[in-house]
């Protein structure tokens, strides 16, 4: 898509440090990184929302994370990655194309786990969790 960083720097107009890349994935350095070997795997395709995938994208993504989650872990000694994606803008996603996080970890870092990141939101007091359930399956296609 036009404009996209992400597939401007897969096609080669913008310089990315390629660490993997297959038919449907490719995986580069975060131009930004939270630590070293900070690394984001990214479909091919331009498609903004997870949701949006094929399952054959999802499941290459899904392949690239975990080949490039192993190589971090050896690379840089860690024993602990924080993987993630921000699903949309309103989950913090600045680049509109999806994209997983890796995240290299070490104990002592100063980044706390996922949970922090709602530390100060609005939290959920009571809820029917029977009904969540419900709600979530009922929805799941087969």
Same mark, same amino acid.
Request: net charge neutral.
């Given at each position: 898509? @036009?404009?996209? &960083?992400?597939? =401007?720097?897969?096609?080669? *107009?913008?310089?990315?440090?390629?660490?993997?890349? @297959?038919?449907? +994935?490719?995986? $580069?350095?975060?131009?930004?990184?939270? %630590?070293?070997?900070?690394?984001?795997?990214?479909?091919? =395709?331009?498609?903004?929302? $997870?949701? @949006? #995938?094929?399952? *054959? *994208?999802?499941?290459? #993504? !899904?392949?690239?994370?975990?080949? &490039?989650?192993?190589?971090?872990?050896?690379? $840089?000694?860690?024993?602990?990655?924080?993987?993630?994606?921000?699903?949309?803008?309103?989950?913090?996603? +600045?680049?509109?194309?999806?994209? &997983?996080?890796?995240?290299?970890?070490?104990?002592?870092?100063?980044?706390?786990? #996922?949970? %922090?990141? $709602?530390?100060?939101?609005?939290?959920?007091? !009571?809820?029917?969790?029977?009904?969540?359930? =419900?709600?979530?399956?009922?929805?799941?296609?087969?």
């Amino acid at each position: 898509m @036009d404009g996209c &960083v992400f597939c =401007r720097v897969m096609s080669g *107009e913008l310089k990315g440090y390629i660490v993997y890349r @297959d038919q449907l +994935v490719m995986a $580069f350095l975060d131009a930004y990184p939270l %630590a070293e070997g900070h690394t984001l795997v990214v479909p091919r =395709r331009h498609v903004q929302r $997870f949701e @949006d #995938l094929t399952e *054959e *994208e999802a499941c290459a #993504l !899904s392949r690239a994370l975990l080949k &490039v989650s192993r190589a971090i872990s050896r690379s $840089f000694g860690v024993d602990a990655l924080t993987i993630g994606v921000n699903d949309g803008p309103e989950a913090g996603q +600045v680049v509109p194309h999806v994209h &997983v996080h890796v995240i290299p970890r070490r104990q002592g870092d100063g980044a706390g786990n #996922l949970h %922090a990141i $709602f530390r100060n939101a609005r939290r959920i007091s !009571s809820v029917d969790m029977d009904e969540v359930a =419900r709600r979530i399956s009922s929805n799941i296609e087969p």
